[in-house]
């Protein structure tokens, strides 16, 4: 029997696991609140424009942003996956939050929801209980403990 600890719910003390934990993030040149805000600005053409997605705390109000972004790259869903691991190793390279990470220890990382995220994470809802979710969130956060580890 295995007792592997998963962790699956970003919420209260996993909070600095979700994308909508407000932190200060630097990326490339450019200082976020979050690392959603940091994600949906990179569906911006030029560095101006990514400039109102710093402004903004509240993340949220940052991805319906995101959601009308006109200059939305046509090969987004291709992309995404490299963008968010770029984003979270800067998010995880802030001492403090990389030793939140490094305390989860061995546990299994899953971004647990009720929003029908079975991208990013695996929603738990009825409608979606046939669903595996891809849970490449929980994903690219293990592969960044994984390279944490290995650096220390
Ligand atoms: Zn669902």
Redesign the pocket.
């Known amino acids: 029997m295995s007792d592997k600890r998963i962790i699956d719910d970003f919420r209260d003390e996993y909070r600095f696991l979700s994308n909508f934990y407000v932190h200060p993030l630097e990326y490339k040149g450019l200082t976020y609140h979050s690392a959603e805000a940091a994600f949906q600005a990179q569906k911006c053409a030029t560095e101006e424009e990514k400039v109102k997605y710093t402004l903004v705390k509240n993340p949220v109000v940052v991805k319906a942003m995101g959601k009308k972004e006109p200059g939305f790259p046509a090969n987004w869903d291709e992309i995404s996956y490299g963008i968010m691991e770029d984003i979270l190793k800067a998010k995880f390279s802030v001492p403090e939050l990389k030793e939140k990470l490094l305390a989860t220890g061995d546990a299994e990382l899953i971004e647990g929801?009720?929003?029908?995220?079975?991208k990013w994470g695996n929603?738990?809802?009825?409608?979606?209980?046939n669903?595996e979710g891809l849970n490449w969130l929980g994903q690219i956060l293990t592969e960044i403990r994984n390279n944490l580890k290995n650096e220390e």
Do not use: I, L, V
């Not at 929801?113 to 079975?118: K, Q, V």
């Open positions: 929801n009720r929003w029908h995220d079975n929603c738990t809802c009825e409608r979606c209980a669903k």
